[in-house]
C-alpha cells in the first residue's frame, strides 16, 4: 500500500480507495460514509431533482467500487478522483435529457466547506483560488465557474452565452491554463 500524504488526503481516503480496488467491502462502506454527503451535494447541485441526484449517486459508487483498483494517487488527491466521477456522471445523465437543469448562476462562496478538512488550511485554499480566479478576464472566469460548479457542457455554455462553440472551448482552456499557472505559484 502507497503512503498516503496527510497534507493532500486528512481523511485517509487513499488506503480506503486502495482497499477498496481489492473489494474490501468494509473499507468500500467508511468510504461511502465520509464521502457520499459531499458527493451528493455534487449531483444535487447539478441535477435539480433530488430523484436524479439519488440515482446518479448510485451509478458514482457502481464507478467507485468497479474502478477504485485504477487510482493512481499520483496522479492527483481521491477527493479530486471522487468528485471527477461524480461530475462525469452528473454531465452524462444530464446529456441523455429528461432531466431539469440549473439554470442560475452560483456563488461559490455560498458552497458548504468540506467535511474533514482543516478550516484553516481550506480558507487558505479559498482564498488562493479566488484570489487566482479573480486574475482571469471575466468571461472566462464566468464560464468557468458556470461549467465546474453547474455542470454545463461546452454546448451548454456556448447557447446559454451565445457564443460559437470553438469560442467557448478556447476561452475555457485559455482560463484552465492561467489558472493553473497561478496556483502552481
Not at 37 to 54: H, N, P, T, Y
Request: proline share 4%; charged share 25%.
Amino acid at each position: 500500500m502507497v503512503a498516503t500524504d496527510r497534507a493532500q488526503d486528512p481523511v485517509g481516503l487513499g488506503p480506503l480507495l486502495l482497499a477498496t480496488g481489492r473489494r474490501d467491502q468494509q473499507a468500500f462502506e467508511h468510504l461511502y460514509r465520509l464521502t457520499s454527503a459531499k458527493l451528493f451535494g455534487i449531483c444535487k447541485r447539478m441535477l435539480v431533482q433530488r430523484s436524479d441526484a439519488e440515482d446518479v449517486l448510485q451509478e458514482i459508487y457502481l464507478t467507485i467500487w468497479n474502478k477504485a483498483s485504477q487510482f493512481d494517487e499520483a496522479r492527483g488527491t481521491p477527493i479530486t478522483w471522487l468528485t471527477t466521477i461524480a461530475r462525469s456522471k452528473c454531465i452524462d445523465r444530464l446529456r441523455l435529457g429528461g432531466v431539469e437543469r440549473h439554470t442560475d448562476m452560483i456563488d461559490p462562496d455560498q458552497l458548504p466547506e468540506p467535511e474533514g478538512v482543516d478550516p484553516v488550511e481550506f480558507a487558505s485554499d479559498q482564498l488562493r483560488l479566488a484570489n487566482c480566479l479573480a486574475r482571469l478576464q471575466n468571461q472566462h472566469r464566468t464560464v468557468i465557474r458556470t461549467a465546474f460548479f453547474d455542470g454545463c457542457t461546452y454546448h451548454d455554455l456556448a447557447a446559454r452565452t451565445g457564443v460559437p462553440l470553438g469560442t467557448m472551448k478556447s476561452w475555457i482552456r485559455r482560463g484552465l491554463l492561467s489558472l493553473k499557472a497561478c496556483l502552481e505559484q
